[in-house]
């Protein structure tokens, strides 16, 4: 295998390696990564789309369960559209919902007002009125959609799509499946539970009480023996950490958020809420099968298994995953960047405080939340603001005045003992190092902050107002939210 070693990602155990730099300024840095070649561009096809906002009740937990008021964008419960890069999505968004409602592109670099945020890119498109988005991906790889106003309630009934932008293979693989992850919070009535809770939006999120890939029960796929399979895992979840490994085949990362890397054997991955990453998967012989597994959880749950069925797949070959095109990205220049810092911390000088400085299974949090309202309070800041959602209609100032076509390097601190998948709007960003949790350099557009880590991003800064928050979305959704303006 050609692999370049020096980027083998140690997952678990790399995470107790705190780094020695940890103390001073400037974090040791990985080398900066070849970028192969770029994606030739498609014939730049136009693709007409609804995204009919809508209550759909459905079956989640099975043919014979209960039925739920799922919210989703079509007869589908989650959409998985495909395009080209070059290619052009006019999406309507039909708002049938009681609320207001937006479509965002995640990772997607889209013009700043088809970001879809209320109140900082467009209005919020209220019950009854649509909003036409025009998108030309400039990027390929493996995204979603989702809206951004009550995120919790609304992603956590159902509203999601995944997008994926193909151009950037050079060897088609032989199959290529999506492996979304998101859990849902119901009874076993089939009612929703609250989608957000004191103790969880004050600590690591409130938790989904039903594991679910691509919406139902994980499932077994069949792909071609001996073949290569692409597999596109998302964690879509509102809260839950997953790192997942495979069991039973030989895995490569071949890109991070839809970015391409130089493949390296695939360890574990640690990925949090919004984050993504494609494997490249070596299927073994007709009969026998591999497991997709999440390792974060107390016991290693299976997220997909898939078998192999005799096809015409190649023969056996050695597994030499070929590097995908990588997106042409402008690149930070880190001699010359503007550096700012950005701590993540709980809200100051409250009961909330205090619940959300606490480990996520300290018994004292449950005292200190007794009879807390909770939206009165802010629980989470960055550089000590807070924009909690229910007051998304007023503006705070923004978190930084940037220049736009300038290079600037974030340091990003977290001083909580909790996780928290950071993530910028509009941007890829390049991952340069970080104090605890080992990963080779790379290109992103959310990164997971580990309790008490600090790490280097640096990017090329865009014109536009763009969020910048956690995704867990309690977090975001109680504080740990703001936006950049650059202009
Ligand atoms: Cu998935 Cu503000 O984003
Ligand atoms: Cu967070």
Redesign the pocket.
């Known amino acids: 295998m050609e692999y370049d070693r020096r980027q083998v990602l140690t997952g678990l155990g790399a995470a107790a390696l705190a780094s020695a730099a940890g103390g001073s300024r400037l974090l040791a840095r990985t080398a900066a990564p070849d970028l192969p070649p770029r994606p030739p561009s498609g014939a730049g096809r136009v693709h007409e789309w609804i995204f009919a906002a809508a209550e759909r009740p459905t079956r989640l937990l099975g043919p014979d369960g209960p039925v739920s008021t799922v919210w989703s964008y079509s007869d589908d419960l989650l959409p998985i559209k495909r395009v080209r890069v070059g290619d052009t999505i006019r999406a309507r968004l039909e708002n049938r919902l009681g609320e207001h409602t937006a479509l965002?592109w995640?990772g997607v670099r889209v013009p700043n007002a088809m970001d879809g945020?209320p109140y900082l890119t467009q209005p919020p498109v209220n019950k009854g009125e649509s909003f036409l988005y025009e998108v030309s991906p400039p990027d390929p790889g493996t995204f979603?959609i989702?809206p951004?106003c009550n995120e919790s309630g609304q992603t956590g009934r159902g509203l999601s799509a995944v997008l994926i932008v193909e151009g950037d293979e050079r060897r088609r693989p032989d199959a290529d499946l999506v492996m979304a992850y998101k859990d849902w919070r119901l009874a076993e009535d089939g009612r929703w539970l609250p989608f957000e809770t004191p103790e969880g939006a004050s600590r690591a999120g409130t938790y989904g009480t039903v594991r679910a890939v691509n919406g139902v029960a994980p499932a077994t796929h069949p792909v071609p023996a001996h073949g290569d399979v692409r597999l596109r895992v998302l964690n879509l979840d509102a809260t839950r950490v997953i790192e997942v490994g495979v069991e039973g085949a030989e895995a490569a990362v071949i890109a991070i958020d839809g970015n391409a890397v130089s493949p390296f054997p695939l360890d574990t991955w640690r990925m949090g809420p919004?984050m993504r990453i494609d494997l490249l998967v070596r299927a073994p012989a007709a009969g026998r099968s591999f497991r997709l597994i999440d390792y974060f959880s107390a016991e290693p749950w299976t997220l997909a298994t898939c078998e192999a069925r005799p096809g015409k797949a190649a023969p056996k070959r050695p597994f030499d995953p070929a590097i995908l095109y990588a997106p042409a990205l402008p690149r930070a220049d880190i001699g010359k960047a503007e550096r700012l810092s950005y701590t993540f911390s709980a809200a100051s000088g409250s009961v909330a405080e205090a619940a959300a400085s606490l480990a996520p299974d300290d018994p004292l949090a449950g005292i200190l939340l007794d009879g807390l309202c909770v939206r009165d309070n802010a629980f989470w800041a960055i550089n000590k603001a807070g924009w909690a959602s229910d007051r998304s209609r007023r503006l705070p100032p923004p978190l930084g005045l940037l220049k736009a076509g300038r290079s600037y390097v974030f340091e990003l601190t977290n001083a909580t003992p909790h996780h928290h998948p950071i993530?910028l709007?509009g941007h890829t960003f390049e991952v340069l190092g970080a104090s605890r949790l080992k990963r080779p350099r790379h290109f992103a557009d959310?990164v997971l902050l580990q309790p008490k880590e600090r790490i280097e991003i640096a990017f090329v800064a865009a014109e536009g107002n763009w969020?910048f928050?956690c995704?867990v979305l309690e977090h975001?959704e109680y504080g740990m939210m703001g936006y950049l303006r650059i202009a």
């Open positions: 965002h995640h945020v979603f989702h951004h919004a993530h709007h959310t969020m928050h995704h975001m």
